[in-house]
């Protein structure tokens, strides 16, 4: 064992021994879910909070568990940090690979509590070189597997969201979005893109990830920047157009900021029904281990969300200097808690009639789990019913087994999207997997299925 090792296993027992100063987190797995989550009162603690998690990936053959009557499928595997996932309507799936890379600007990443953070975050796989490369995928015989795996585009900045409207396709790098042209069954695209609209970027970029969508008339694009600190460590002056979701009008080539306030949003999806607007995020750290909720709300034109002044409406964050009563007056709460430091990243509604009718009109939620929770949370897909256009108790677990039996990391999920025939694909960007989840009578005929992960 060399000095370093040892250094940093010391660390990591040092580091968990001061989380214990915090109040553990509750085992029930649906903490913090539903509208109105309860609200402890603010810890603090003097290093982050950590679960100190390790990795051991998927034993050969072996997959996620899923409800009865559905069976997972390795839908691709060899991939390089899989995050997000869009699939065309020719029905090839690209998977954007793409990875955090930690700035010396950021005051997150110095000193004894950066250095900590960035331990655990190489630790989980989430701190590495990043790919920077999108790859199609393409089940040619329809047996649930991708048979072919073709470099669709590299040279990108950490790529990210993915959407199409007409013949032009849109990718969003870590500093704005570009644009390629796209013919249906099209398997590579040359270049880097066509400049569409930049987005605030580096030089710290502390939440790096940017998603993309198109309205659902195709008129306008909606890309997701999130803040560049916890709550405003880097300075405010740093967090301009940051935690929030951007429109970007196609016709007028003008981009202006739709809702803010929101501190990390990644997926978005349109309620089938209404057609409204909603987004997943990441609530802020270092206050409990059950609070505050990541959470899945609606997003109003113009809505403030709080962030970083307060949370869930009104709850003000002391820490946050100088205080703004006059915007946490005006914060919207959001509408349904996701349950404390899950790090809800994917957000896919359901349409498709491949499932069974209780999941019509639902919402599965790629958690990709916590590095700062004790005990960890998250690592999983669950899925959350819908009616009359609202969210609805209780959430279920869809997609399991990501920790195994002794909290070890075989996966972590990120992007859901659902197939041209119904099925559900999963991002796992520490098993460098894309997963298949498909109704068993359907899979019947296909490929067999990968085994229950092993405990």
């Known amino acids: 064992m060399t000095r370093q090792t040892l250094f940093s296993a010391s660390a990591l027992a040092a580091l968990a021994l001061a989380a214990c100063t915090m109040t553990p987190g509750s085992s029930d797995p649906f903490v913090g879910f539903g509208p109105n989550p309860p609200m402890a009162k603010a810890q603090s603690s003097l290093l982050p909070v950590v679960g100190v998690p390790d990795v051991v990936g998927w034993p050969a053959g072996a997959a996620p568990k899923a409800p009865a009557g559905f069976v997972v499928t390795r839908f691709a595997e060899g991939l390089d940090h899989p995050r997000w996932l869009y699939v065309l309507p020719n029905g090839d799936a690209l998977v954007a690979e793409s990875a955090s890379v930690p700035s010396p600007a950021d005051k997150s990443n110095q000193g004894i509590k950066g250095y900590f953070q960035k331990l655990l975050m190489k630790r989980v796989g989430s701190a590495k070189p990043s790919p920077n490369k999108i790859f199609l995928l393409r089940d040619v015989d329809g047996d649930g597997v991708a048979e072919t795996k073709t470099l ?3 040279g990108l900045t950490r790529p990210f969201g993915m959407t199409l409207v007409g013949d032009t396709l849109y990718v969003a790098n870590d500093d704005g979005v570009v644009s390629f042209p796209y013919a249906a069954g099209q398997t590579s695209e040359q270049g880097v893109g066509t400049k569409v609209f930049d987005l605030p970027g580096p030089p710290i970029n502390h939440h790096w990830t940017k998603n993309v969508v198109a309205s659902p008339d195709g008129s306008k694009l909606y890309a997701t920047v999130g803040s560049n600190s916890n709550v405003g460590d880097n300075g405010m002056e740093n967090e301009v157009g940051r935690a929030a979701i951007w429109e970007y009008d196609i016709a007028t080539a003008k981009p202006r900021v739709f809702a803010s306030g929101i501190r990390n949003p990644n997926g978005i999806g349109f309620e089938p029904t209404t057609g409204v607007m909603w987004t997943v995020s990441n609530e802020r750290d270092e206050i409990g281990n059950d609070m505050p909720s990541d959470y899945l709300t609606s997003v109003r034109d113009g809505g403030f969300y709080g962030w970083p002044y307060s949370y869930y409406g009104q709850n003000v964050d002391t820490r946050v200097k100088p205080p703004r009563p006059d915007l946490v007056a005006k914060a919207i709460a959001p509408d349904y808690g996701l349950g404390p430091h899950t ?9 498709a009639d491949a499932f069974p009718a209780q999941y019509k009109g639902g919402a599965f939620v790629g958690q990709h789990g916590s590095w700062n929770r004790n005990p960890l949370n998250g690592y999983r897909v669950v899925f959350i019913p819908f009616a009359g256009g609202r969210p609805q108790m209780p959430p ?5 087994g990501f920790l195994n039996a002794k909290d070890k990391i075989q996966g972590r999920p990120v992007g859901v999207v659902v197939d041209k025939r ?5 991002a796992d960007d520490v098993g460098n997997i894309v997963w298949r989840v498909a109704p068993a009578a359907r899979a019947a005929s296909t490929a067999p299925a990968a085994a229950p992960a092993a405990n």
């Open 152 to 154: 669709f585009a590299q």
């Open 343 to 351: 790090a809800s990243l994917g957000l896919a509604f359901y349409t």
């Open 396 to 400: 279920q677990m869809f997609l399991s």
């Open 422 to 426: 119904g099925a559900l694909l999963v």
